[in-house]
């Protein structure tokens, strides 16, 4: 069965910190591997990732995917309070259904 | 910029009773999604709809769930007698291409609240 699991559940930071979220996957004929950001309603898109070892960056955001050990990850620098939010981290198989996991809620402090 | 559009954004209704959730999904996208949200859960996949057919369903998408693009704009889910369980967040989505993954584009979702 097709499954994303993301670590940590939860995590506390300050303003200022680096955080490091992570997602590992198992699915079926791999396609692609997306990562949303879940504030109030719905998730807003941040990266898609296809292709192993390219890093993707959007100012203090990036991610990068290894698909040897199938896993990605989101790290951010300089976090600020904006940045409180779920993570979702989402996976693509080969019926194009995307699975996501249940998400990092990242809190960032003051 | 385009976007997902669902209506109404929160619904109450008493168990046993059928709801339809309406979304209006980007309109050159030609792949579209219902998910749920049951409140501080994962989002969970329900269905994919494709060419005016279901292309993929979960578990979760049972006799009491049917979907339907009646005029070529909407995508509608209807749930024919709701459940306490059925209390969640739905999102529709929908993306442009059915042969290549790309960003799935959501909408605001709508909370159905089953008494």
């Not at chain 2, 559009?5 to 619904?11: K, L, N, R």
């Not at chain 2, 309109?27 to 219902?34: A, E, V």
């Not at chain 2, 993306?95 to 584009?105: K, S, V, Y």
Request: charge should be neutral.
């Amino acid at each position: 069965e097709d499954k994303v699991v993301q670590s940590p559940l939860s995590l506390v930071v300050h303003e200022g910190d680096t955080v490091t979220l992570n997602c590992s996957y198992e699915v079926t004929n791999f396609r692609s591997l997306l990562w949303y950001k879940q504030e109030k309603k719905a998730p807003t898109f941040l990266f898609m990732l296809t292709s192993s070892g390219i890093e993707k960056k959007s100012g203090r955001l990036s991610s990068i995917l290894d698909k040897k050990e199938l896993f990605s990850i989101l790290n951010i620098t300089a976090t600020q309070t904006g940045d409180s939010a779920i993570y979702l981290c989402a996976v693509v198989g080969g019926t194009y259904k995307y699975i996501f996991g249940t998400g990092t809620r990242l809190k960032v402090l003051a | 910029e385009p976007e997902v559009t669902q209506t109404p954004s929160h619904q109450v209704t008493q168990m046993g009773q059928e709801v339809i959730l309406r979304c209006v999904p980007i309109s050159n996208h030609l792949y579209f999604y219902w998910y749920r949200q049951i409140l501080g859960q994962k989002v969970e996949f329900l269905v994919s709809f494709y060419n005016n057919e279901i292309s993929e369903k979960s578990e979760i998408f049972d006799d009491q769930f049917s979907v339907e693009r009646p005029d070529g704009s909407n995508f509608t889910l209807k749930i024919r007698s709701t459940k306490l369980e059925d209390s969640a967040m739905y999102f529709c989505a929908s993306r442009i291409n059915p042969t290549n993954t790309g960003e799935l584009f959501f909408g605001e979702g709508s909370r159905l609240t089953v008494l």
